[in-house]
């Protein structure tokens, strides 16, 4: 029954009478007449809704036959995939599947994570953030291996916990703790408060549910897409060369490394720019990319969610070069393109070397100047074929306690064994990073070795644990990994002849270097097949090479574990590493104990109330004509809180075109050129803002915005509304 057929089935949300299909929760009057784009790749868009034009009740039978038929002849979790009789295995030797879902966080007054300031609490979106999940099935072993890309700061030890309990629970055997791996982007503009660390929880007040639960809901129905989307492919791997984008904001330290070292980052930077794509039927239907560099072009100042520099060059794949808009419902099955981050602890965006400063003196230019550059070296890899990987999946992943963890003097410099210390965070972190800005207290500075009040009254370190860190003067202690982590995994997945390296947290371009050749030497391969990626699984905060420690600047302050941390990791990349050469099991190993956080109230909804003497999504400030290319369009509206509903798969406005006497959707709220902040105003009312940087290439004509909001009149009672502005035009 199931030869030769690629299994779709039934996605969630409605069918309207038109045949579009609604997001979850949307009313078919909201997002009436909205089934086309008149925008940049618009025949791609309107093609995306002509799928659902199919009576509801034959794909509902359709969907009902093909799923009772897998049932009966597939083992419970497995998942069903069958191959065109044309396509041999030899020929596609992996089944290849990717899926991208919305995890948007909670938007309003709640404390933003990667900074540490306080002060930087969610004000509305500039652009959405999502899950993009990639998996690849080798078609003769059965073995696979799933990767999922967050446009967030890092993976968390909780996310993955929670995770690998889901996936596991709704696929079965087809996963285990090794062939999952979670990363990140390191965007710094996004809500937090997900850990269960709770120094992590200060700027959030403790935990945030809501926002935990979007990432990983989001993430799981990325992962179904992927899933839904395997079919038979290829693997391939470009690579270039990308430089003139980012700068090294720690010279100091840089300089202290060998010339060996330094003669493989020219200009202080990792120009290694590797993208994997899979490949389906002769085209690329995804593409993984790894490069290094902080997406920190928008500042501490900034209070929109946003995936910054590396969420632009996704923007840029997927919807300008291949017509998928992520606010259109049926967009699951279109181009997923992801930026995954490398060795970027000491690479700043900001290349004047102060914060939002470079190339221009605008952060938001900023933004699309970095992120075009990273798209740009993909869309050039993507015009040659690329190489395939070879043959075969595996993956292997362990946990290790990094405190008081003896390295061997291979690994240390030195030439003796060596001991890290237990983990402290020193007083230069404490002083922030002053190229890319954030939370730091004035009274500390980089490249001191002073130590604070609190390394020595609250913690009282010993006199050992002080010998042990220095240079580094101690801020405070993870304290048994209850305020700060101590027991990290590490992975690595191997794609054919390519291995990737999963590692918690942020490694210097000088660290990674020394990733690269350990591991090409251990298995055999050029260092142009080793892979590295960081923010994967847990966060460790940095990890500088010994000499860089010495120097103590922010990244020496932040490396947790002491001098000989990265030995420590290269050792323990080596024990991951021969377990996987040799196809030998490898144990867990000691993983964290998990720990309950304190729920956090910061952002949490009592009561809306309209503005006075307006009524709720009534217009308060009416867009005016604009200029295409030059000016702006600005309208306002009485609101409510915006966390009453985050509108995942959805959006919290629509621009609208007037097309003969219709109006069509044109562009929503994960636009970059679209700004949605809110304000409180009050005790509980709330003031929108709409605006709208309208492109030079934007047709001329008739528009109007329409805003969507909740308000929330007690406990249990979310009421729906809208508001739409007077029609204006664009010349």
Not at 72 to 89: E, K, N
Not at 329 to 354: H, I
Not at 476 to 488: L, P, R, V, W
Not at 698 to 716: E, F, L, M, V
Request: proline share 5%.
């Amino acid at each position: 029954i199931l030869e030769g057929m690629h299994i779709t089935p039934i996605t969630s949300g409605r069918v309207t009478t038109s045949g579009t299909r609604l997001p979850s929760g949307a009313s078919q009057s909201q997002m009436s007449e909205q089934n086309s784009s008149l925008s940049a790749g618009e025949q791609k868009r309107s093609s995306v809704f002509s799928r659902f034009k199919v009576p509801t009740h034959s794909l509902a039978r359709i969907g009902a036959a093909c799923l009772i038929a897998a049932s009966a002849i597939l083992p419970a979790g497995q998942v069903a995939t069958a191959a065109p009789a044309s396509q041999s295995a030899s020929a596609t030797p992996y089944l290849v599947g990717a899926g991208a879902a919305d995890i948007t966080g909670e938007p309003g007054e709640v404390g933003f994570m990667g900074y540490g300031d306080s002060s930087q609490k969610g004000s509305g979106v500039h652009t959405r953030q999502y899950a993009r999940a990639f998996i690849a099935v080798d078609r003769a072993s059965g073995k696979r291996n799933l990767i999922v890309v967050l446009d967030t700061l890092t993976s968390w030890q909780s996310l993955r916990d929670e995770l690998v309990k889901r996936i596991r629970a709704e696929f079965g055997s087809a996963y285990d703790e090794s062939n999952i791996m979670i990363t990140a982007t390191h965007t710094h503009a996004t809500p937090g408060g997900i850990t269960h660390q709770s120094l992590y929880n200060i700027t959030t007040l403790g935990f945030h549910q809501d926002t935990f639960n979007a990432q990983v809901d989001g993430s799981l129905k990325a992962i179904r897409q992927a899933t839904k989307d395997l079919a038979p492919g290829n693997l391939t791997i470009s690579s270039s060369k990308l430089t003139g984008v980012g700068a090294n904001r720690s010279r100091e330290a840089f300089n202290l490394d060998s010339p060996q070292l330094r003669s493989k980052l020219p200009g202080g930077t990792d120009p290694t720019n590797m993208t994997l794509r899979l490949e389906r039927n002769g085209k690329t239907r995804a593409v993984l990319n790894w490069f290094a560099i902080h997406p920190t072009s928008l500042t501490s100042k900034n209070t929109l969610i946003s995936s910054d520099n590396k969420g632009y060059a996704e923007y840029l794949l997927e919807t300008q070069d291949h017509g998928v808009d992520r606010n259109v419902p049926g967009s699951d099955d279109g181009f997923v393109a992801a930026f995954a981050n490398a060795n970027a602890g000491d690479v700043s965006p900001n290349t004047w070397l102060k914060p939002g400063q470079g190339p221009t003196n605008d952060q938001f230019k900023n933004v699309k100047i970095q992120g075009e550059k990273q798209a740009n070296a993909v869309r050039s890899q993507l015009k040659s074929a690329g190489t395939p990987v070879g043959k075969g999946l595996d993956s292997r992943i362990s946990y290790f306690n990094f405190s008081g963890m003896t390295v061997d003097a291979k690994y240390t410099g030195s030439g003796h064994n060596e001991r890290t210390c237990q983990g402290f965070l020193g007083t230069p972190f404490g002083a922030g990073s002053t190229e890319d800005g954030g939370g730091g207290w004035a009274v500390y500075k980089e490249g001191s070795g002073r130590p604070s009040i609190l390394g020595t009254l609250v913690f009282t370190p010993s006199a050992a644990q002080t010998r042990c860190q220095q240079p580094k003067g101690i801020l405070f202690s993870a304290k048994n990994g209850t305020i700060i982590q101590e027991k990290y995994p590490v992975q690595i997945m191997r794609f054919g002849d390519y291995y990737l390296l999963g590692m918690p947290g942020e490694f210097t371009g000088a660290v990674g270097v020394q990733y690269r050749q350990d591991a090409a030497k251990l298995f055999g391969v050029p260092e142009s097949h080793i892979i590295l990626q960081g923010y994967t699984n847990a966060y460790d905060h940095y990890v500088t090479t010994p000499e860089e420690y010495d120097s103590q600047q922010y990244e020496g302050g932040a490396t947790l574990f002491g001098r000989y941390t990265s030995s420590a990791f290269r050792q323990t990349i080596n024990i991951v590493g021969t377990s996987l050469k040799n196809g030998t099991p490898l144990s867990i190993g000691d993983r964290p104990n998990d720990r309950r956080p304190v729920a956090s109230l910061q952002g949490k909804v009592v009561y809306d109330t309209p503005m006075f003497g307006v009524r709720y999504g009534q217009v308060t400030q009416q867009p005016q004509d604009a200029i295409a290319g030059r000016e702006e369009v600005t309208a306002r509206f009485a609101g409510a809180h915006p966390n009453n509903n985050i509108h995942h798969d959805g959006s919290y406005f629509v621009i609208e075109r007037r097309v003969g006497n219709t109006w069509k959707y044109y562009t929503a709220d994960n636009n970059p050129d679209t700004f949605f902040e809110w304000k409180r105003i009050g005790v509980s009312a709330s003031q929108v803002t709409v605006r709208w940087k309208v492109p030079a290439n934007t047709p001329k004509g008739q528009y109007r915005i329409r805003y969507y909001g909740n308000a929330k009149k007690n406990s249990k009672t979310i009421t729906p509304f809208e508001g739409q502005t007077r029609v204006f035009q664009v010349a």
